[in-house]
């Protein structure tokens, strides 16, 4: 099972990002999540939306941003990368270069959030780049034909909001398992509710195909060694 961190780009510069990314590669990480800093980072937590407006206040660059992340890339071979990014980030910077960014340098899987509408996202899928769905516990079923539609790995709640669980499909493998049944067979990574080993032991356990963890590396930002700790740990459980 796959361990995927999440990496906030820019923050506190970009030369620092291209340094922790080659960090949580020798930690044990497969994937890293690094996002493009947005002006309206309306769905973050306080943390990340933060840090994205500590990033663009240092650098409003974007191609500096898109250098940094070629650098990232070619520095750990091994590792994968999912690239977050705003609809308004894309916008900002334009779809056309944003898109041949990614096409030229391979970064083919994309967390598209904040869209007004379906175009943009409509346009990515069309060029050959993989966009995610985000899947709530409770399976809407809206979400899941968008998941079924789309062409990219799906982003499954790991553990259920209050009161908001499918009694047909009470436990995280009973979800997995529905997806699967609904002909879904690209990648089920899950996330929101990851933060100890033993997270990613049920989240193994049920099928899960990889695990997102983000506060709980990202707090340790300033202290590299546990920050490795514990990138070694959740690494150990996958």
Do not use: W
Not at 46 to 57: C, N, P, T
Not at 208 to 216: E, I, R
């Amino acid at each position: 099972m796959k361990l995927i961190c999440y990496l906030s780009n820019g923050y506190p510069t970009i030369e620092s990002s291209i340094e922790m990314a080659e960090i949580y590669s020798e930690a044990g990480c497969d994937i890293i999540e690094i996002d493009f800093p947005s002006a309206d980072p309306y769905l973050e937590s306080e943390m990340i939306s933060g840090r994205m407006a500590k990033a663009l206040e240092n650098c409003s660059d974007f191609q500096k941003y898109m250098d940094g992340m070629v650098m990232a890339k070619k520095n750990n071979p091994d590792t994968s990368f999912i690239l977050l990014s705003y609809e308004n980030t894309i916008r900002q910077m334009g779809y056309k270069k944003f898109e041949k960014f990614c096409l030229e340098h391979e970064f083919k899987d994309l967390i598209l959030v904040g869209l007004e509408d379906e175009t943009i996202k409509n346009k990515l899928i069309e060029a050959g780049i993989r966009v995610s769905c985000y899947v709530q516990y409770y399976l809407d079923e809206t979400e899941v034909e968008s998941a079924i539609r789309s062409n990219g790995f799906v982003y499954l709640q790991a553990k259920p909001t209050k009161g908001y669980v499918n009694p047909d499909y009470p436990e995280l493998k009973d979800c997995i398992q529905y997806l699967r049944s609904r002909g879904i067979t690209r990648p089920i990574y899950c996330g929101v509710g990851i933060y100890q080993p033993e997270d990613v032991s049920m989240a193994k356990e049920a099928g899960a195909d990889g695990v997102f963890v983000g506060s709980t590396v990202l707090k340790l930002h300033d202290d590299i060694p546990a920050l490795t700790a514990k990138i070694k740990e959740l690494k150990d459980e996958c």
